[in-house]
């Protein structure tokens, strides 16, 4: 027993050593050091088979040059055998993600509200994992495509895994793990043709949730700007459920958990996210992966609302129903600490997606809730795992080793990589000194909260949670005119993709006991008969729900912006702009019409291959001649691409910016449709514009110009 206690305090020093080590090189990181073991690197490598044979594997061995393959060719056998097997089932839901790894330090010491260590020591980095993923789609499927996003995180602690798999939304479709399954069969593609591909704008999707009004306060965030971000460093996280965080004392608090990004908060329009889905399927992979690769490292801070345990029945709605937040307004957040992805994955297979996260690994100090929906997923991601890796010893895989040693008595099973010694596999034994040991809260062992629980076995639900209509509201009343705008937009699109008027019409209901002008806007223009009015809305709102009303990022790293060329473009200003946005850390790139050089211009992508849609800004410099190029069309484009880039923009709400004859351009190309001059930046020179352009850039988008319906 002594021997254990030494050996586990000489590796509490060595863990500790290094982390206070670890910098942002990674030099250090137990994760990367661990992952180091398992690294391959063919390059100047002789080729072998996978059993070490040194091979030609580029003919197959004949019966004479014309002949047939023979049977006894083992290093074709062996080559066509693994890439037969190469593919494993994609996840049930989740299945389109990009991760990265990184690493989060507490701000402060937070024993006050928990054990876990790695909340509880600032000088401490825990390596993290994240994974953004989309629910529906297939792992093929766009980017940006209108649906939730995963936002699953993997602490590799030094006490155990603890993964916080959350959304990018706060609240959760439906309440009990029971009716997961059904939730995602109505989303997924319908079943006869498998069509849609990764979005719920379709007939089931909304012929359950008209029929399960619970569901609509998520439908309500996933059609909001939430459930088209602009990118995957602009969006919040949300646990989703309420945990507990518990302290040494055993004193257990409620949580709601947060990832707060100091990036800020951004969307995009419909039309825009639409269209970067044909010209970029990969778009938001790319943008993450980018940033990270050239320094801009994203950053979240976790923040939690801490409840005490007394205050759990307080609220109007039940703290462990999943279809709830908890209003800011009412439990504002606290920041625990900060989280930094600041290394790409090497290879996407071996850790993104065989990583196998699971709300079930927790670590002390951090605890569950009643929740239902949280209950269930503490069964099935094991559950899943199973299914995709097809081995119960898929946690030995390289992702998903903790850092901390793995000590018990289970064994065997296919895959198995570890070479147990001695003959001891059962506790308690005699034989091992009762080893491995077990380990009691407190001693550092997990400590489970000892909640008092009674109750009659029976289905059913308590009664809050049949109102599944207030938060809806709050959500709405709270969004700014051009955030409801989008909303209605998108509830107008999905609900009309639905060729049964029932099933328009149920929704319609559903949405009328929100709100019944929100229900007449939409009604009107997907035929559906205008609801009579049946409640007062009593325009409640609270912070934190507003997209357009989070808080900016304090700079302008990683905004793209298009500098728009043709041969006789000023290439001073040109130049000039450029090294203005690449000096303030963003990311400019000329389009031109050919690529290569023009006129001293490194042009890197054109008309042909790129489009505004890509990019978060757009400025056109001044010279004469350029611009008649592309004000008069003088290269034929075939769809009048320059012109689009400046109109789209405009319509997408984003920066424009023009110098000296570059503004003649703008006006052409927006013709008389200008009907906010928000966000158009112009003047004589970059020197004279650039102030306001990285203003602009930094506001991102100009709603005032979005087109209201209804004021
Ligand atoms: Fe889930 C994956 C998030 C409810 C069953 N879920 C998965 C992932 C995320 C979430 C982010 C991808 C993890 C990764 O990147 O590897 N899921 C949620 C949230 C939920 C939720 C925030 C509600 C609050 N999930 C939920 C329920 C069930 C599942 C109620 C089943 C009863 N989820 C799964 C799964 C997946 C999964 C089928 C698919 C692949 C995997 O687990 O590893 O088990």
């Known amino acids: 027993m002594k021997v254990n206690l030494l050996i586990s305090a000489v590796f509490s020093i060595v863990i500790a050593i290094q982390h206070i080590a670890f910098a942002d090189d990674n030099s250090n990181d137990p994760k990367v050091e661990q992952m180091e073991q398992f690294s391959v690197c063919n390059a100047g490598h002789e080729e072998t088979t996978q059993f070490g044979q040194r091979i030609n594997n580029t003919d197959s061995l004949k019966a004479g040059l014309g002949g047939p393959t ?26 389109r993600g990009v991760g990265a790894h990184g690493y989060f330090e507490p701000y402060t010491d937070w024993s006050n509200i928990t054990a876990a260590k790695f909340l509880r020591t600032p000088d401490t980095r825990t390596p993290v994992f994240v994974r953004f993923s989309t629910v529906l789609g297939s792992r093929g499927s766009p980017d940006t495509v209108r649906d939730v996003r995963g936002f699953a995180t993997r602490f590799y602690t030094e006490e155990g895994l603890f993964d916080l798999v959350g959304n990018v939304v706060a609240p959760f479709f439906v309440h009990d793990a029971m009716k997961f399954p059904d939730l995602i069969h109505a989303g997924k593609p319908e079943p006869d043709r498998e069509t849609p591909q990764a979005g719920t704008a379709h007939e089931t999707a909304y012929d359950f949730f008209a029929e399960f ?23 919040e996280g949300f646990g989703v459920h309420t945990f507990r965080l518990i302290n040494e004392d055993g004193v257990s608090h409620f949580v709601k958990f947060h990832w707060k990004p100091l990036q800020g908060l951004s969307n995009m329009l419909w039309d825009e996210a639409q269209k970067v889905c044909g010209k970029d399927i990969d778009f938001h992979r790319n943008d993450l992966y980018n940033a990270i690769d050239n320094g801009d490292y994203p950053e979240w801070e976790l923040a939690v609302q801490i409840i005490p345990e007394e205050d759990e029945d307080k609220f109007d709605f039940d703290l462990t129903d999943p279809t709830k937040l908890v209003p800011e307004s009412l439990v504002p957040v ?54 995709r890796m097809n081995s119960a010893n898929f946690m030995q895989l390289p992702i998903n080793r903790p850092i901390n040693p793995v000590h018990n008595n289970q064994r065997d099973g296919y895959m198995q990589q570890n070479v147990y010694k001695g003959k001891v ?90 709100d019944n002008d929100l229900a007449c806007r939409i009604a009107k223009r997907i035929n ?15 912070v934190g729900l507003s997209i357009e009303e ?51 211009l490194n042009i890197t992508t054109t008309y042909l291959h790129t489009a505004s849609v890509l990019y978060d800004a757009v400025y056109v410099p ?26 789209e923009a405009y319509r997408h709400c984003k920066p424009i910016a023009a110098t000296a004859e570059g503004s003649k351009f703008v006006d052409y190309a927006l013709d008389k449709k200008v009907t906010s001059n928000d966000g158009i930046v112009k003047g004589d020179s970059t020197s004279v514009i650039q102030n306001d352009f990285k203003a602009a850039l930094i506001q991102q988008r100009f709603w005032s110009r979005l087109y209201l319906d209804h004021e």
């Open 70 to 95: 023979l049977l006894e060719d083992f290093m074709m056998r062996e080559k066509i055998m693994h890439f037969d097997h190469e593919r494993i089932p994609e996840r049930a839901v989740h299945a």
């Open 213 to 235: 009004p619970e569901t609509l306060h998520t439908v309500f965030w996933a059609l909001s700007g939430r459930g088209i971000p602009n990118s995957l460093r602009q969006v």
């Open 334 to 387: 606290t920041r625990l600490g900060k989280l930094v992805l600041n290394r790409n994955v090497e290879n996407y297979f071996s850790e993104t997606e065989q990583i196998t996260m699971h709300p079930g690994h927790l670590v002390r100090g951090i605890g569950v809730s009643n929740d239902p929906l949280l209950q269930g997923r503490l069964f099935s991601y094991l559950d899943t795992q199973i299914n």
């Open 425 to 514: 596999a059962y506790y308690p034994n005699g034989l091992q000194d009762n080893t491995p040991s077990m380990v009691e809260p407190d001693q550092g062992g997990y400590i489970d909260y000892p909640e008092k629980i009674s109750g009659y076995k029976q289905r059913g639900k308590t009664a809050k949670f049949f109102d599944y209509y207030s938060q809806a509201r709050l959500f709405y009343n709270s969004l700014t005119a051009a955030e409801k705008q989008q909303m209605i937009d998108g509830l107008r699109f999905e609900i009309g993709k639905s060729k049964s008027l029932d099933v328009r019409r149920r929704m319609i209901n559903v949405i009328n006991h929100v």
């Open 528 to 542: 559906v008969p205008l609801p009579e009015k049946i409640v007062e809305n009593d325009n409640q709102t609270t």
């Open 550 to 600: 989070y808080p900016k990022a304090r700079n302008i790293r990683t905004r793209t912006v298009a500098i728009l060329t043709a041969p006789g473009i000023d290439t001073n200003e040109a130049l000039a702009m450029f090294s203005y946005l690449s000096k303030e850390g963003a990311y400019p790139t000329f389009v031109g019409i050919n690529l290569g050089d023009q006129e001293g």
């Open 622 to 647: 001044g010279g004469k001649d350029g611009i008649d190029v592309l004000t008069n069309d003088l290269f034929e484009f075939p769809y009048e691409e320059p012109k689009n880039f400046i109109v």
